[in-house]
């Protein structure tokens, strides 16, 4: 069995990136949002990009983004992939993949069984599929609201052939049996690991990649 890879997304201090890499996480994310409590600025997400370990890879969450938008992160942070977390169609994913040569990392959101067929549509133009609540209509964030969707929509399926994580609403606490549920591999967290909007906790951290770690699905 492949050991779990965890994603600490919406890093914003020295301290959260060197509380990320110390647990042993993957991916290390940074919000490019500015309607989110987690947004860094260039050069902020610059300095945390550069401190960050060999190893760990470091991603750029952005939503809608236009080409002017990513040309001004990716020229002045050192990244190691693209995630794209608002309306983008497959088409959109396809030409960020090829204008800038980075790895994209495209989040679906899902409510329901309805929402499962649009996985396979964006299966063929990313590398990586990121499978979170879909936000309520009402919702400002896209993603780190602390909602979770019914894993048992995933539970049992045939998966698809590029990677995918695991997203939405997960916790120390909850994150194991998700890993079960689902055979996710790979799991993200924001909110999960706060302890208050934008502030992560060290010790929750820790706490959520070993309880993934220890998880088998």
Request: hydrophobic content about 50%; charged content about 20%.
């Amino acid at each position: 069995m492949t050991d779990i890879r965890v994603k600490i997304c919406g890093l914003s201090a020295p301290r959260d990136v060197a509380a990320a890499a110390a647990a042993g996480a993957a991916y290390a994310g940074f919000v490019f949002f500015p309607k989110s409590p987690r947004n860094v600025g260039l050069d902020q997400a610059a300095a945390l990009a550069i401190a960050a370990p060999a190893g760990l890879c470091k991603v750029a969450l952005t939503v809608n983004a236009t080409d002017a938008d990513l040309d001004a992160i990716t020229a002045a942070v050192p990244l190691d992939m693209l995630q794209l977390h608002g309306r983008e169609a497959p088409e959109r994913v396809a030409e960020v993949r090829a204008r800038y040569g980075l790895p994209v990392m495209k989040a679906v959101g899902i409510a329901d069984a309805a929402d499962l067929p649009q996985i396979a549509l964006f299966e063929q133009a990313a590398d990586q599929l990121l499978i979170d609540a879909k936000p309520p209509k009402e919702a400002e964030l896209p993603g780190g609201n602390g909602l979770a969707f019914d894993w048992r929509l995933l539970a049992g399926r045939k998966y698809w052939q590029k990677p995918w994580m695991l997203a939405g609403g997960l916790t120390p606490e909850n994150v194991a049996d998700a890993i079960r549920m689902t055979g996710a591999r790979q799991v993200d967290v924001s909110s999960g690991v706060e302890s208050a909007p934008g502030e992560k906790d060290a010790g929750l951290i820790e706490a959520f990649t070993k309880a993934a770690r220890a998880a088998r699905g």
